[in-house]
Each structure stands twice: as structure tokens, then as C-alpha cells.
């Protein structure tokens, strides 16, 4: 049986929002957005860094090795779509800090736990390849710049006492925001995290150190260096303290040259299993939410959207693997 036409309102032009209008596009469905714009968003500072494995106990980031090829083809053919450059793949070069870091990390490779991802070992780092990048501020930017062209994002704030008056999907893409929406009894953690941009002398192109926090070349000739994480801070105020912290991180690694361009802040949202948020509000069947994503949304994003694109074109139910307020 064909599905009726979909009428699809995105509330919210982050990083969900802006892979989700792709992907339905790319499905040949219709939809609209409303977005108030990037001051306090996570994806306004998001470096986009997918890592395969983090943590001090080095653990594999979770669904890595299902969801890395999506997220390649998923990139690429946005970039190729929109005509700018998004996507690079790096390597990492991870540098422990404790003599147990290294013990856990050799007894994992022993293991097999961490293949295929580190792909060398010396005497105080490895390396971990492939890690991807993804452009998050651009790829917003310029898809932002063609939705206004076409009339299908509008700027303001949707009003959710007014849900009603819309026939059809609407999907809270708004990130932090959703803490104040329809889904705010869902459960939410927040966190503070900042970041720098610099121009660092010294910095290798193509390899992302990495030592307590990362620091990511541009081919720009610019720098990321990040990011902080304060569980439960709600406020986007760039402090000296993270600035500091930063720098330290940054100067550890070898760097002394370092000349910073912007002091940046965004709260990521996740839920309290930390997983992803996807599904449709208990009393509203038409009223949806991708969200959530936390630290590594740039690798979920492709996966939940798609899930998205499924479940209003074939009424899939959402994976079981994820957050889901209610499945159908």
C-alpha cells in the first residue's frame, strides 16, 4: 500500500534538525522547518570529530562499527550536495597519561576489543585511524543560506501551545531547548562544554593530538581545542577557568605558539542513559523528537534520521538500541 504524502514540520535547524530535512528530502518527502538560529546550540561549537575509541579506560564508542560507513555515505553525499567541503578523515594520536591507561589499552589490543581501530603503539601514544570529521558550523551555515532561498526554513521560535494548528509530523530537533518543550518530562542531563579557536604554530595537518583534550587542524590554517564537559552547568558563559584549561592541554602536547580567536560555549543534551532520544510522544501520535545526541551526535545523526525517513514512509518501529519515548 503507497503511504499518503507526508506533511513534515522540523522544529529546530541544529545538527538533527539539518540531517534530518536532508535525509527526507533525499527521500523525495516534503517538509518545512522553523529555527530561532545557533546562539546557545551545541552544533554552533561542535568540532564534528567522530572517535572510535575514547575514554580513559578506552573503551569503543558505542556502534561504531556498525554506524561508520553510514556516516561516510551519509557526508559525502551531503557535501556533494551542497557543494562545500565537510568531510576529512584523520587519524588520532592518543597520548595516556597514566602508566594504567597504557596497562588497560595493551590488554584490549591483546583482547581484540579495540580492532580495527588503533593502528600502531609507541612508547607513550597510539594511533587511531580512521576518525572522521565533519564540518557541523558549515555544513549549518550553508544549508541554512539555500532553505531560506527555497522559502522551506522560516527564522522565529514555534510555539507549542500551538501544536494543534499544524496538520502532520512536527519533530523537536531543538537540542537543549527540548528541555522546555513538549518532551521535557522525557529526562534530560545537560552539560557546559567550551571550546577554542586558535592559530597554533607547530600543528601536524591531518592527525588530531590528543591528551586530556584534543586539538584539531583545519586546513584553514586554524585550530580547534576541546572541549570541556560540566555535567549539570546551564549556562553558556565562557569562563577563564576553561580557558586555561584548554591552553594547558594544548601547551602539554608540545605546543607554545598559540594565538586564540574565539571562546566558544554550547550545552549538549543527552538522556539519562545517555543514548540518543528518538520516537513519538505518548498522548500526541503526530509528535516526534530526535534529540539527545550528546557528544558524538555527528556519528548517530545519519542513523536516527533515516530511522526517521523509515518509520513515516513504512511505519517501522525505532531501534530498540536507543532512547525511545514511545514505540509503534
Known amino acids: 500500500m503507497k503511504s499518503p504524502p507526508a506533511k513534515i514540520l522540523i522544529v529546530g535547524q541544529g545538527l538533527a534538525g539539518t540531517v534530518l530535512g536532508w535525509s527526507l528530502s533525499r527521500a523525495g518527502l516534503d517538509w518545512r522547518m522553523i529555527d530561532a538560529g545557533h546562539a546557545t546550540a551545541a552544533s554552533r561549537v561542535a568540532a564534528g570529530i567522530i572517535n572510535p575509541v575514547t575514554g580513559q579506560r578506552w573503551v569503543k564508542t558505542w556502534l561504531i562499527d556498525e554506524l561508520w560507513p553510514m556516516a561516510w555515505e551519509t ?10 567541503p565537510l568531510w576529512r578523515e584523520l587519524t588520532i594520536r592518543r597520548y595516556w597519561r597514566t602508566e594504567k591507561e597504557h596497562r588497560t589499552l595493551l590488554s584490549k589490543i591483546e583482547r581484540g576489543v579495540l580492532a580495527p581501530w588503533v593502528q600502531s603503539v609507541d612508547a607513550n601514544s597510539c594511533v587511531l585511524a580512521p576518525a572522521g570529521r565533519v564540518n557541523v558550523p558549515l555544513m549549518l551555515t550553508t544549508a541554512r543560506a539555500r532553505w531560506l532561498a527555497e522559502g522551506r526554513l522560516i527564522e522565529g521560535r514555534f510555539d507549542w501551545a500551538n501544536r494543534a494548528e499544524h496538520d502532520g509530523w512536527v519533530i523537536d530537533c531543538t537540542g537543549a531547548a527540548a ?5 521535557a518530562s522525557s529526562g534530560f ?10 592559530r597554533i604554530e607547530g600543528l601536524a595537518d591531518g592527525e588530531i593530538p590528543h591528551r586530556g583534550h584534543w586539538v584539531l587542524p583545519e586546513e584553514s590554517g586554524e585550530a580547534w581545542i576541546g572541549a570541556t564537559h560540566e555535567p549539570g552547568v546551564d549556562d553558556v558563559t565562557a569562563t577563564p577557568a576553561a580557558r586555561e584549561a584548554l591552553l594547558r592541554s594544548a601547551r602539554n602536547l608540545g605546543y607554545e605558539k598559540i594565538n586564540v580567536t574565539a571562546h566558544l560555549v554550547g550545552l549538549r543534551l543527552a538522556a539519562r542513559n545517555m543514548r540518543p532520544l528518538i520516537g ?8 516526534g523528537i530526535l534529540g539527545a545526541l550528546g557528544s558524538k551526535g555527528v556519528l548517530y545523526a545519519p542513523w536516527l534520521a533515516q530511522q526517521w525517513v523509515e518509520h513515516i514512509t513504512k511505519r517501522y518501529a525505532f531501534s530498540s538500541k536507543v532512547s525511545a519515548v ?3
Do not use: C, M, Q, W
Open 75 to 84: 557526508y559525502r553525499a551531503i557535501e556533494n550536495d551542497l557543494g562545500v
Open 189 to 198: 542531563a545537560i552539560s557546559k562544554g567550551e571550546v577554542l579557536r586558535a
Open 326 to 328: 514511545f514505540k509503534r
Open 280 to 287: 513519538v510522544h505518548p498522548t500526541d501520535p503526530r509528535l
Open 179 to 183: 528541555r522546555e518543550g513538549p518532551f
